[in-house]
């Protein structure tokens, strides 16, 4: 069992930054790969970032590739999100996920455990 515990969501204006983190707890956590997924209102989660075990690799969805960056401290059992440039279509729900399975790190069902998710809204 994992536990992921995501923080550092909040309000900002459109253009500004926040830095989201995610804890984990558990397993050993250099064994699974990492993700931020996020939800609006009446919408499908979306896949938004992954990090492979080592750090290595990481992979962005397009709409947030060159404003959000992904890492990992292997040491610390932690993630995080690092999101400037942000937009109102950036507001959602944050959720950190983890996954010791292959399959297609975009969809949701690859992922194992999820935390409670964390709220980040972008003012206009």
């Known amino acids: 069992q994992v536990q992921v515990v995501e923080s550092g969501g909040g309000l900002v204006q459109a253009g500004g930054s926040l830095r989201l983190s995610c804890a984990a707890s558990?397993?050993?956590?250099?064994?699974?790969?990492m993700a931020w997924f996020r939800q609006a209102p009446k919408t499908e989660r979306e896949f938004v970032a992954r990090?492979?075990?080592?750090?290595?690799?990481?992979n962005y969805a397009d709409s947030v590739k060159g404003r959000f960056t992904i890492s990992r401290d292997n040491a610390e059992n932690t993630v995080s999100l690092q999101m400037n440039g942000l937009a109102p279509e950036d507001t959602a729900l944050y959720y950190c996920a983890a996954t010791s399975l292959g399959g297609l790190y975009t969809r949701p069902a690859t992922y194992q455990y999820w935390g409670q998710g964390t709220q980040v809204t972008v003012s206009s």
């Open positions: 990090i492979s075990p080592n750090g290595g690799t990481t």
């Open positions: 558990g397993r050993t956590f250099t064994r699974f790969s």
